[in-house]
């Protein structure tokens, strides 16, 4: 006999999930009994993590979607109400930033950040929502920020910008929506390395008070703690995940 997971027949749309974070969140959510809805604007990307879901036999379908676009969002979430009939969960974890000085930042790049980061977590929210209310039951929705909604590096204003929005986008939708039964809540990902882990320097992991850089199944487990139906007491707040980074005073040498 399978042993039922916290989230068995849960059905969970997660964005930006045809690679890193996104797809590592598709297989946890499929491993723990959720069918996933996985969603990206790389098709050949999305591919991919549905062949990885095939083979491991877990439950999930494929949407090609652009968040930064509304009539994509609009479509997106009438597709899922005709196919499904229900959402349980929203994982917004779409995202992508422009590393270039503020003196030179075209606004049209500006708003690609913000409109895909931040307007397209709303826009995915708000269509989520009105799906957990449908029928009373409520559901539950994570916004994937960052520790860059803390603290910045230069030349990552419309990152920084979009990212802090999400903090507070989170809260307010979480008191918004809480009559509702919808707990709303933000993960902010630290380094977290989506590439060839093998290849990290010594260095790297040490500058880490956990001692190592974060992995993609970091950020699942504490997605896995927010949106369990158990857990239903914590909304309008965030989890940093970072190995301790935010909390490490550093001083030239």
């Known amino acids: 006999m399978t042993e039922q997971g916290t989230h068995d027949g849960k059905i969970v749309l997660i964005t930006g999930a045809g690679a890193g974070i996104g797809r590592e969140l598709a297989l946890a959510y499929g491993r723990d009994g959720a069918l996933s809805l996985i969603a990206d604007r790389n098709e050949a ?20 979607v652009d968040i930064s676009k509304p009539e994509e969002v609009s479509r997106l979430f009438a597709d899922i109400e005709v196919m499904f009939g229900r959402l349980d969960i929203v994982i917004n974890n779409a995202g992508f930033g422009i590393w270039k000085s503020p003196y030179d930042l075209e606004i049209e790049e500006w708003d690609h950040v913000v409109h895909t980061n931040l307007r397209g977590t709303f826009l995915c929210s708000r269509e989520g929502a009105k799906l957990m209310r449908k029928d009373g039951i409520g559901g539950s929705i994570v916004n994937i920020s960052s520790t860059r909604a803390h603290m910045s590096e230069p030349y990552s204003e419309a990152y920084a910008a979009s990212k802090g929005g999400i903090l507070s986008l989170t809260h307010a939708l979480a008191a918004s929506l809480g009559p509702d039964g919808i707990t709303v809540n933000a993960i902010c990902p630290g380094w977290i390395e989506t590439g060839d882990y093998g290849a990290l320097r010594t260095d790297d992991h040490a500058q880490h008070p956990a001692g190592r850089v974060g992995k993609p199944q970091d950020i699942a487990k504490a ?8 857990n239903d007491f914590v909304t309008g707040t965030h989890i940093t995940v970072d190995g301790g980074m935010t909390r490490k005073m550093i001083y030239a040498e």
């Open 45 to 64: 990307g999305l591919e991919e993590t549905a062949a990885l879901l095939e083979r491991e036999e877990l439950d999930s379908a494929s949407f090609v």
């Open 223 to 230: 997605c896995l703690y927010l949106t369990d139906p158990q």
